[in-house]
């Protein structure tokens, strides 16, 4: 089954659910976004599916993030994207059932949000993750209220700040990734972990999923959506966003 440009498919008691536009990296598109969130609503609402897996189409890329061709500079458009887009970041922790993220290359920006905003990560040994925001002028707004718990204040402000590419091992010793593994093996792992969940006593993997997230704290996340704005009004953004698509290096003020 096709939602947008996201594939969905069961096989067994698993959703897996596949980012689908490989050559533009899975780049959260328009497409992407209403795929993702209908395919997640489907299988949190479908009582045969215990389990949801997110994973990218293609070779190289996970999800590349927020999809930059796409920016204007207006704050209207721009309050609404951001709140749009965050709501979508946050949709894994807030399906009922668990969902593992199986990250086959690159998770970047929007892409590393949504890898973290999942209950599992298996990363390839191929897989990279980041947030690059800070190389278009700009902040990834879901991580910076996220990375704090997740790998402490120094870490994140070292990730959101320098914006570098880590490895699938870096991201595991940060605490990042559960388990990484051989390329080929990626989702047959995700699959074996998917199955252990399925067999548990799923009202107490659904608490257990509830209990954890419950401290997540959407006020924050009401913050990113109003502060994270202001970003797109300096100057730095546009040359950012404008070196992007010139395929050059920014030069910021
Ligand atoms: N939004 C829109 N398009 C994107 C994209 C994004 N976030 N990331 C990649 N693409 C597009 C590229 O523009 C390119 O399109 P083209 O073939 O029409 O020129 C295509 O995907 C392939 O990307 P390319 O940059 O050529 O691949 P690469 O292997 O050289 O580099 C990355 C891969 C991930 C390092 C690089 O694409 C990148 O830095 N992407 C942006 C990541 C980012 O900043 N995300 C946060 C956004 S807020």
Not at 131 to 148: D, H, S
Not at 225 to 239: C, G, N, Q, S, Y
Request: glycine fraction near 8%; charged fraction near 25%.
């Amino acid at each position: 089954m096709q939602f947008d440009s996201v594939d969905y498919e069961i096989k067994g008691t698993t959703a897996l659910i596949t980012l689908n536009e490989p050559d533009k990296l899975n780049a959260l598109s328009s497409g992407i976004r209403s795929g993702l969130i209908t395919a997640l609503t489907t299988a949190d609402d479908d009582p045969a599916v215990r389990v949801i897996i997110i994973t990218g189409a293609g070779e190289k890329s996970f999800c590349a993030g927020a999809d930059i061709s796409g920016f204007e500079f207006n704050s209207t458009y721009i309050r609404e994207f951001m709140s749009k887009v965050i709501d979508v970041l946050a949709l894994p922790e807030n399906v009922t059932k668990p969902v593992i993220a199986a990250v086959n290359g690159f998770a970047f920006g929007g892409g590393f949000e949504i890898a973290i905003a999942c209950d599992f990560v298996i990363a390839s040994e191929q897989a990279k993750f980041g947030v690059p925001e800070i190389q278009l002028g700009l902040l990834p707004g879901f991580a910076i209220v996220r990375l704090n718990e997740l790998v402490g204040r120094q870490k994140a402000k070292y990730l959101s700040m320098l914006g570098e590419p880590m490895s699938a091992q870096e991201a595991e010793d940060l605490g990042l990734v559960l388990k990484v593994v051989p390329h080929d093996e990626l989702l047959t792992q995700a699959f074996a972990l998917a199955e252990k969940l399925a067999s548990k006593p799923q009202m107490a993997i659904r608490y257990a999923k509830s209990i954890y997230n419950r401290d997540l704290g959407g006020a924050d996340i009401t913050y990113a959506k109003d502060a994270m704005p202001f970003l797109f009004t300096d100057d730095d953004a546009k040359e950012g966003v404008t070196a992007f698509r010139e395929k050059r290096k920014p030069v910021f003020k």
